[in-house]
């Protein structure tokens, strides 16, 4: 716990908080990609590329982020946000939030 917000009620409402806001101010850069699967259903891909990433070489050996949220989250939820933005502009990487069926 942080000194400055000893109680758990600071430290709820700052997660909160932080949880509403972060990606208003940040707002993800997707591409999104309708996957149909065999039975019908359709899956939304929201892939984010590096900036000197080339989509049209099949060739490269680089790998690629899969981030899945938790049942009550989204694509754009803070964890899913934090770690996209840090792989894919830290070290490079493609990832992609795949989306539930419905």
Known sequence: PLFIFHSSYFQMFISVFIGK???KCFKPNYERELFTLTD???IALDWTFPKRFNRNNRNQSRPIVIG???ISGDNTSLN???YCKLLTSS???PS???GRRG
Do not use: A
């Open 21 to 23: 806001i972060y990606p």
């Open 40 to 42: 019908g259903q359709q």
């Open 68 to 70: 899945l949220y938790g």
């Open 80 to 82: 899913i946000l934090r």
């Open 91 to 93: 070290l490079g990487f």
């Open 96 to 98: 992609v939030v795949v």
